[in-house]
């Protein structure tokens, strides 16, 4: 009887220990986007039409708060000239953090996207960020302005390429 206890120890903790994971990720998943979702106030600003470009260099990478009660967005600030700093919003912290978007201070960047006002302070809304020749983040969907993190893993991939 002992001895077929520790036969099954081993896989009763792996069906707590999944099971733990799993509920802890449908948690913490992005049901509660805060104010990131596709029809929020924040995303209403994204008018693909409105569709712009620019130049420059990475300065710094950070986090900020879009606007009241949103969860964070990572956010990078590109210098077009010496007196020239613009406020890009890549996406949510939670979707990509500074250490994942894969650009770094100092980078020569092209940053597709459009320009919005968000309390008096015009920002960059970013749909795709190119670094070099074969370098690109994307977040929005070019067309239409889809934002990623609402899209299926799927979806994501089949925009990506």
Not at 61 to 69: D, Q
Not at 78 to 90: M, R
């Amino acid at each position: 009887m002992q001895r077929s206890f520790y036969l099954m120890l081993p896989s009763v903790l792996l069906t707590l220990l999944l099971s733990g994971v799993f509920t802890g990720a449908q948690a913490e998943g992005p049901q509660d986007m805060g104010g990131w979702e596709k029809e929020a106030p924040y995303n209403q600003l994204y008018d693909p039409r409105e569709l712009d470009s620019f130049k420059g260099y990475v300065k710094e990478i950070k986090t900020v708060t879009p606007m009241p009660g949103m969860k964070p967005a990572t956010v990078i600030l590109v210098a077009e000239a010496e007196d020239s700093i613009n406020i890009v919003h890549l996406c949510p912290e939670w979707f990509a953090g500074p250490q994942d978007i894969g650009i770094r201070r100092g980078d020569r960047v092209k940053v597709r996207g459009v320009w919005a006002e968000i309390d008096g302070e015009f920002v960059f809304m970013a749909s795709k960020v190119k670094k070099g020749d074969f370098f690109e983040f994307k977040v929005r969907v070019t067309s239409d302005g889809t934002p990623f993190w609402t899209m299926s893993p799927e979806d994501q991939e089949k925009h990506r390429n």
